[in-house]
């Protein structure tokens, strides 16, 4: 006999819409260490832009929320055996940030310590990681830098913007408990050269190359912005896709308006926005005074005409 589909409660659906009402957008201000791993580069500008808006499911967000909370009881762990563990920075009372790039690269550790059993005398940047079965067993098996060259990534930059020498790397197995502890050593060409790739995607002005042209690639496929990339348009509007942004030291300018702006307003747009030309499938045919004609892939044309709405006060 055929199984039964599998229904939720209506107790189940409602915790699960509460996560995803909660959500947001997933935009992030700047671009985070803990991405700057990933393998394509054009991934990273996306990202960078805010072109896909986060849309997780409700089980999803409660997984994420799982790891964070796993890190209170990691930091119990380490303090049991002797070490001193620094979740904040005594002089913010704030989690530990660092930044790079006018600010527009950055990330927050999950802690420092120092008392660790194998080099006592030694602060470390601590990273706290939960991984599946699977993830966990390559990991055990490979080491970090291997098995996990994002976390890697992530442990040079904040090891090499603060200054401290050894990280160490704490993984958990969600499905056994069973945790994997490693050491890294600070390792500065390899920082440098991540800081300079994060550069590259800041201030570019188009998208980087496609790590594949296939959308059915397996790093595409897993990609949120495959749509975007791949069947082109659809980006979200924002000034971080409009033409007259730029990133420039301490936050974004706009041409059209001649001013900064703010995160929030960042996330609104305005009336006159036009979208970067890489974010529309096709070609540009004319151009002028808040607006830009295309010709699209079907022969069509497409004008991106800001000049029909009142000018908003900005
Ligand atoms: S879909 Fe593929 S090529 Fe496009 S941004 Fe994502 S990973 Fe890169
Ligand atoms: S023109 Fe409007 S949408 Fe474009 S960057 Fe300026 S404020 Fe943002």
Redesign the pocket.
Known sequence: MAELPYAPTPTLTAIYADYEARQGDGFRDHLGASILG??????L??DFRWVTPARHSGRLLRLFETGQLEEDRLVRNLRATGATVLEVDPETGRQFRVEAHGGHFGGSLDGVAIGIIEAPKTWHVLEFKTHGVKSFNELAAKGVALAKPQHCAQMQIYMHLTGITRALYVAVCKDTDALHIERIEADSAMAERLLDKAGRVIFAQH?P?????D?A?F??R?????A???EGGGAATTCRSCLHATPVEGGWHCARHDRMLTALEQRAACNRHLFIPDLVPGAVIDAGDDVVSYRMADSSTWVNDARTTEAAPC
């Not at 190359?209 to 042209?213: G, L």
């Open positions: 990933k393998s394509c580069a054009r991934a500008w996306y998208p190359a496609r790590i594949s042209e959308p690639w790093e595409c897993f990609c949120d912005h495959n975007v990339c791949h």
